[in-house]
């Protein structure tokens, strides 16, 4: 089992950037794809980040070149820094886990509000 907890939401002016956290306990997560994944109110959730076991990183159009996802294996640990922040940015923001060798993530954390204010 692995557990997430997710951490570093908060509330933002347009333009603003905050760093969100994902640290994993119960399994070292260096074996694992890691993504990032948000749900904003009345839409279904998506996935706007993506990195692999092998620190290969795959992001969303709409964040693309403003959001950067980093892994430190040696903290169990994950990262999305969110620059650039525009209001549609606005959601709850789950990190999951997948075993390199998963199509679908196993494990989630609870996630963090991220509100984007213009």
């Known amino acids: 089992q692995v557990q997430l907890v997710e951490s570093g939401g908060g509330l933002v002016q347009a333009g603003g950037s905050l760093r969100l956290s994902c640290a994993a306990s119960?399994?070292?997560?260096?074996?694992?794809?890691m993504g990032w994944f948000r749900q904003a109110p009345g839409k279904e959730r998506e996935r706007v980040a993506l990195?692999?076991?092998?620190?290969?990183?795959y992001y969303a159009d709409s964040v693309k070149g403003r959001f950067t996802t980093s892994r430190d294996n040696a903290k169990n640990t994950v990262y999305l820094q969110m620059n650039n922040l525009k209001p549609e940015d606005t959601g709850i923001y789950y990190c999951?886990?997948?075993?390199?060798?998963?199509?679908?993530?196993?494990?989630w954390g609870q996630g963090t509000q991220v509100t984007v204010s213009s």
């Open positions: 999951g886990a997948r075993n390199k060798y998963s199509v679908e993530f196993e494990y």
């Open positions: 119960g399994r070292t997560i260096s074996r694992y794809d």
């Open positions: 990195i692999t076991w092998s620190a290969s990183t």
